[in-house]
């Protein structure tokens, strides 16, 4: 979201909304019906939008679907850069983790993210930007990592890269649960996600 | 799968055959378009059958998908039985968690998993066979671990069921994350894993 980005030329501005109009009204779509089977037209009336106006914005559903997952990136490197400062390594990737779950935890847009996992795996165009998306996110959790070996809080002997890699898939299991099991909670799973990392990453003891 | 049962009547097995070639082309189908886009039509061109004699096996998507899950999880209380007798519990666990992921690593039937949990929270028969499977798995797994605590071999201090959805959420991520990124490998992932799974479930030790 720039909704602290000064944007003074009022066209600017403007152009800018109706962005974001489209881009939330396609939320809802793709939530209730899939990317697969939402059309531009069904866009168009969830935004209230003729399809001329909205072409002038985004010429094809994959341009939307980049733009949702641009926007959604855009908080990411904001909610990860204090990591490279932290004192206390471990706790504050705990603590952005628990942030970027709660963050997701939005009614409307959460049944977007198992979505799009299974678009990534069918369409090339979606797969890519998702991977830019993994990848710079992954780029800056093996730097925290590689930090939080340096100051001995974590165990050096770990492969930086696959410890990182099996986070992400730890954050986005825990994600999914809660999304498909009604009785699952995040009070209820954060002390199991902090004990468990807490425990991968610490120097000694035998794996 | 039933290959082992004996199916001595000609009529049941060619009913059972049938079945398995609808299930078969549906899998294909729903894994190249989604379910939500994937029509009848589609299946029964997959399949190499009319609609009416498609219908006689199956009367909607639903009950397709509905077959699909089941048929998947025929296989997981025969998995998860010799849980209840390991000596080594914890090394059990890890050894069924593993051959879960492996038997899922079909390049075919790969996409339906994410496409799966993106249909459970849209469409609520899904999810309550989604859910029937998954309390059963959890069930035992739950037994598992209560047994393990029993032998001292994991921390009796933890939340059974917790620590089972927990343990769910862990390993559908490590599932989804071999199949959004290329790079990922099971080999990579496993040891990472192992680690985890020992550490979260070890007594003693702060956490």
Do not use: W
């Not at 003074?8 to 501005?13: G, L, S």
């Not at 492969?159 to 009604?182: C, K, N, S």
């Amino acid at each position: 979201m720039n909704d602290l980005s000064p944007l003074r030329d009022p066209r600017a501005q403007r152009h800018e909304e109706q962005r974001r109009r489209i881009l939330d009204a396609a939320i809802v779509c793709f939530a209730r019906g899939g990317f697969h089977a939402t059309g531009m037209q069904a866009v168009c009336a969830e935004a209230g939008m003729s399809p001329g106006a909205l072409y002038r914005y985004f010429p094809s559903k994959d341009a939307i679907i980049e733009a949702i997952v641009e926007r959604d990136r855009a908080d990411i490197p904001q909610l990860l850069s204090p990591l490279l400062e932290a004192d206390d390594v471990v706790g504050a990737l705990i603590e952005s983790a628990r942030a970027f779950l709660v963050g997701n935890l939005r009614p409307d847009s959460l049944p977007l993210f198992p979505e799009l996992y299974a678009e990534a795996v069918r369409n090339p165009a979606v797969a890519e930007i998702f991977g830019r998306c993994d990848d710079e996110v992954g780029e800056i959790v093996v730097r925290v990592i590689e930090r939080g070996m340096a100051l001995g809080q974590i165990d050096a002997s770990l492969d930086a890269r696959e410890a990182v890699r099996f986070l992400m898939a730890l954050t986005d299991g825990v994600l999914m649960r809660i999304l498909l099991e009604p009785a699952a909670e995040i009070e209820g799973l954060m002390p199991m996600y902090e004990r468990s990392v807490r425990r991968f990453l610490a120097p000694g003891a035998s794996s």
